[in-house]
């Protein structure tokens, strides 16, 4: 088995001094999807900082590619292969459509966009509007569009379905195999088990800051994985 | 037109876009990066003071322009390095550093200067008919150099990609991280145009007040005004504020004295932080 | 008492020890010394720098000059007028104060710029108002102090009067007004939250601050005979606030000691050492970033040999000033917007009077936005919020937690450089001092029946003299919870008091939760995410999504609810 592009190894860290996230093990390999589940509040938004580098891991370690990563803050790791596209405030609400999705590119040529305009036809439209004015979810769409063109070999998503109509949900599968097929590794967190279902190729649920459940997609059955996610 | 409407005229204008220029340098540190440069009036003695060097070098004034961005450049680079990026999070303790900084400043500047009042040779003497009356050449020189700044720094701010990531920056930062922005990096550079503008600002008035090392302190509180009245973090607040806070002065200096002047703006200000506290052009 | 005592020793025995020229230098620099302690109370104890301090030195001394000048005759008159004259520093102090410290958020850089452009407009007018101020050479010829002679008198009456500002300084610094200004130098938002309005407090620290420098300045000027516009200007109030620092600004006697050797210093050294001003500013740069507690730092061992260790018998605190009943808080279709974005939308809750109440949904649904409405921190655009059928919305949150409403905050806020004793202690006068009585240093001893009970369950809660800032994360929760629970309030709100606990400490806060409810008899509503908590304390929970109530019910009613599994678990579109 190829070693995994992100690792993580008995992650544990949180905000200041309080302790959320509690040893973590898991990998993002190669052409996979590893799917982080669990209520709210178990931290599985954390975990992504933790990853990210936002927050410092108190005990454990992230590595990428073998090689650890504790030096490295956020902008460091997206340079270094790392995308990133956050819950909470995924766009900059000041700066246009097209500003949001190229603001780290070289041009601001839309060109290299098509493919992604071409199944989500309404980015286009409101290119030149401020991404503030979009709903919740065409400001995911943003995100995602804006995330996955970074065509970067690792992917953290957190939440990327929130408030995001069926059909479009259905385009984000297409293209997330799409990059599995290239070789890009994947974490995402979500809520939406139907979503997670179609693209998961392992399951890593929480609770309560630690990993109750794990295994391969075919491993575990949804009625498993309802039992840790009801209320 | 009565001569000495168009005179007082231009005076208002010349009050207003000098103010302008030289408040934003403060509007960039401190609009942009929420950092209350307390020194930012000893980088406008600094520029003055690089005006008088230049003059006394029998250099061509221009050359003050080089010198400034250089001693601003290099002072604000260190100075953000040393002092404000370790404490971006603890605004109290950034306010006091900036502080002692403008004392030290000060005191570096008497020590290689003196207490006295230099004078700097206005570079364009003369006047010149304008608009049905007799006007000094520099000050309508310096009308137009501080609107193309202004005008120019915000067109550059709004159109391009630095300036959108600057903006980007300042509303999402996480964001701007995860997107391989240097905050740290951006904010340095940022800090140090803030510190270029304030010298810069320096040279253009050192011909037309006596330069020595307490000047400062009444630009970096007339800058501070015009942010509290006008708004932070938008051109139109700048520009609102600069007006507001340069008319008043004007119309009451003129027409009273210039004590008087000080108190009206002060007593301005004061009533806008309880009435209207994000300013007149309040950004969210 | 034995640190005033030796003092008092001290100050006697200097020009003995010193000579007269040194005792007539140092007192002039007693003067500004005074002068420094109000800095020092501004800036070390309330979080707040004065950059124009001289105003109320100079303003003291030009109205004690005029005075004395214009009662030559008299004399007694001018003495008898010098105690108003630091009274009226203090009352403008006090005054400013008012005036600048009513924003709700953080107004430090204001109140300085505030204060330096008070200061350079003050010598803008001592120097242009000839007639009064004699201008920029000054009030001259001002009569001495009657019946001083020689130098050593002089100083004598310098040292009395830093004396006397040192006293009250200390004084000050013993009373719980003294504890509550450190703790809203760390936390201002907290100490909103225990009930004490604290642009209140600010403005008092500043007029007495005013009223030290007052002390000073009313001495000064028959003293020195001259009264020039330094006295007002921006040079003095510099220095003031370097001295302090450089002594130790948090200190009761840094800025005398900041004063006197700096101060006297300098004049020495100013002529003959070009650079030395440059040096002080680079020291007073290294000292504020590196060494905050300044010169004073390097005596801690002496400190701790002179503080006091006598234990002093605690006093039973007296009842709650508003003993109401419990109440019912209901939040009437309350809306909260920040700009576009809508926190709050048409939420309606209803909470009974008592109980214990849970509060879940998923992130972003506005749980802590409802309590921060609550608590009169967020202005609501629509809707009412109701305590007992009195209105609350719009209230600050002091006035709401006067009312009877408590806080406990996501994260640990107690206050980190305090004793535990003293972070219980503001929590006792929370809605039991007076605003007089905070000037009692008799209610640092206060105690309460509940705070005896919660000592025995917690002992670490009596190891009074230990900073709040070294206990664990899960002492610290249980602490703020008990900060809490000692304002005895009708409704307590409490923002996931579990986050970050082991099972044991978990299992530990349940057991408060339970047993305060049954000793408050009030309602308690507690945010959570923990499911399992939820289940053992909820009797109704409330789960709201998208910033409106989604369902309320018992614990298995809502774990039945479709609306509320869809919304936990996410379902096809």
Redesign the interface.
Known sequence: MTAGRLAFEAVTGGYGSTTIVRDLTGTANSGEVLCVLGRNGVGKSTLMKLLFGYLPCHRGQVLLDGKPVSQLDPSARRRNGMTYCPQERPVFDDLSVRDNLTLMRTSRQIGAFRRYFDRFPILERRLTQHAGTLSGGEKKMLSFVRGLAEDQPIVLLDEPSEGVQWENILHMIAIIAEKKAAGAAFVVVEQNLSFAERIADRYLIMDQGRMVLEGSSSAIHRGQILAHLHV | MDPLIVTQAINLVYAVSTLAVLALGLAVIFGLLGVLNIAHGEFIMIGAYCAYVTQSGRWPYLAAVPLTLIVCGVLGWAVEWIMIRPLYRRPFDTLVATWGLSLLLRKIAEAIFGLGFYSVNIPLPGTVHFLDTEYPIYRLLLIAVSLIIVIGLVIWYGGSRTGSRIRAMISNPELAQAQGISVRRLAAGTFIVGTCLAGLGGVMLAPLIPVQPFMGLDYVLRAFFVLIVGGLGSAAGLLSGAAVIGGVDSVVSATSSATDGYFAVLVLSILFLWLRPRGIVAHS | MRTASLIVLIAIALPFLLGPFWAYQLGLYALYAAAAVGVGLCWGRA???P?GQALFFGLAAYLSGLTFIAFADLPIIAVLAMPIFAIVSALLAYAIGV??F??RG?S???F???T???S??AF??AT?WNSVTGGFNGLKGIPGLPGLNDFSDVYYVSAAALLIVLAIAGWLYTAPIGVLWRALAQNERRVQLFGFDTNQLKAFAFGMSGLMAGIGGVIYAPQQGIVTPQAVG?GLS?DL??WSAVGGRGSLLGPVIGTLLVGSLTAQLRDTL??W??L???F??VI??VFPRGIVGLADPLARFLRSRRKHPAIAAPKRLNSDPPARLVLNSIGVRA??FTILDRLSLDFDPTGIFCV?????AGKTSMFNAVSGELATVTGSIDLGGMSVSGLTPHRVTRLGVARKLQ??SVFQHLSIADNLAIALWSGRASKLQLLDPRLRRWTTPMLEDLQKRYPFLASAERKAGELS?GEQQILELAMALLTEPRVLLLD?PC??LSPEETTAVIGIVRWAAQRLGGAIIVIE???SLVKELAEVVYVLHNGTLLAKGSVAA??ADAA??AV??????
């Open positions: 979080g707040f720098l950059l005036l600048v009513r924003r953080e430090g850089p204001y300085s710029m505030i330096l452009a008070l350079l407009l803008q007018i242009s921006f510099a606030v370097i070009p650079f001003e440059v002080m500013a680079v007073f740069i504020v970033l700009g576009e879940i949904g998923p992130n972003g994260i640990p994360h996931e986050a970050g995410h923990d499911m809502i774990q509320v599994r936990y678990v996410g379902g096809e579109k």
